[in-house]
């Protein structure tokens, strides 16, 4: 194990007892009772599996996640964006249950009404001009899939056409084309013969900064110009690049990108014949306040990658776009791929999406959100650099005092203490307090939830001053 990073208490401690409408907290935390399956996990699985907040979930629904011993907390995860639609939706539920009474678990890729009618659902809310998708399982299945049609594409062109842009510090999952594609390069060790043909180009927007340099466009074509003259310069042909990867924001800032360079992309891209592909594995389906983050760039993107949201719980993933570009190969498809139970709820969640506008509602809900880490970022200047996010994904940049280092030991001590309160949050492990609650928070909900963060922060500050 070489993991340096803070150890939350495993042990469990007394603590303020909480009583709310939205929050209890009514045992030690961590709940003695749920002692014995943590431990169990931690013997049987990768350390890797067990280094979240020591809770046992046992029920969880709309915004708000239970344990078996009285406990209960405001989810800002979504279960890691997931549950845009809320946790156990009641359509969902019942999607299901009339998938188990028939019972239909199981189809490989004979049709399937559920599945047809989903890939319908799906067609139909995208973008106009994307009219076919194709169903995976996980998020990182859909950025390999982008890469292999941008070449596939590429090489009808010519044979070399092989280069995918993408950029330093994002994520696009965990196997071995979208953790090379993915900018963070102590993920790479593992891989040993990185693909040639895949160029990272800087992160264009500084985390440290206001979130407001995204809409000088002026100067975000200029960073494009340069950053593609320095990758020519390097020695690649620039005839040879047959597509680009963007998330719209970079998760683990809530990053987004500057629009100029975004647009000054596509156009490059356009001139050679080559692909954009929006990687909305978190950003999408309502989660920014629009359908899709790409939107915010004013571009057409040629492939969508889904996952986490369109689903709304179970395995599902997808990747949109034309025809022409999905009916390329014929191994697309897969054992998973559009499994009867993961299609019939994930058509369910899309239709609850749409016919309660979510989106929108994220968009409204983003006020309340600029407005609490307004005050959170006033009360600790010193700690927080800037803030960063849209809709309903913001994240908050926190460093040592006069430095840009990130403190990241703060950050999981500030979301322990709130976990305590009754409040779970996500763990980025780089630095940022990041929330991405369900869609369908409660505002008031969102609010308490906000104010139990920043005052888990004060506490675990003036503790930390009193340390020294
Ligand atoms: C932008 C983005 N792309 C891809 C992935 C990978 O998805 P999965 O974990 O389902 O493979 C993630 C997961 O966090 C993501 O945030």
Known sequence: MDNQEYM?????????QIHTKNRVICTEIPAPGSMEIIERSIKYEPWSMNHQLYAV???????????????????LSSGIFVTNTGHGNPEMVEALRRMLDKPMLNSYYYFLEERSLLSEQIVKMAPEGMDKVFLLTTGAETTECALKLCRLHGIRRRADKLGMLSFAGAFHGKTMGAQTMAGKPASWRWIGNLDPCIYHLPCPTDAFESMDQIYDEERGRDAFLRDIENLEKSGVDLDTIAGAIFEPYQGWAALFYPIGYIKALREFLTERDALLVSDEVQAGWGR???????EYYGVDVDLICCGKAISGALPLSAVLGRKELLDVDGSLNSTHGGSPLPCASALANLKYLEEHHLAEEAKRKEAILREKFAVMKARF??????????????????????????????????????????????????????VGPPLTIADDALEEAMDVLTESFGEIVSESAGER
Not at 63 to 68: A, G, L, Q
Not at 288 to 294: A, E, I, Q, R
Request: charged share 35%; glycine share 8%.
């Open 288 to 294: 920014t306040g629009k359908l899709f983050g790409y």
């Open 8 to 16: 939350f208490r495993r042990t469990p401690k007394k603590v303020e």
């Open 381 to 434: 200047p010193e700690r927080i650099r800037a803030i960063h996010g849209m809709g309903l994904a913001f994240a908050a940049v926190i460093v040592k005092p006069g430095t840009k280092e990130l403190d990241v030991e703060l950050v999981d001590r500030v979301i322990e203490r709130a976990f305590e309160k009754g409040v779970m949050s996500i763990r980025t492990m780089t630095g940022t307090i990041k």
């Open 57 to 75: 979930w046992d029920r969880a629904e709309d915004y708000t996640v239970y344990d078996k011993w009285g406990n209960k907390w405001i989810d």
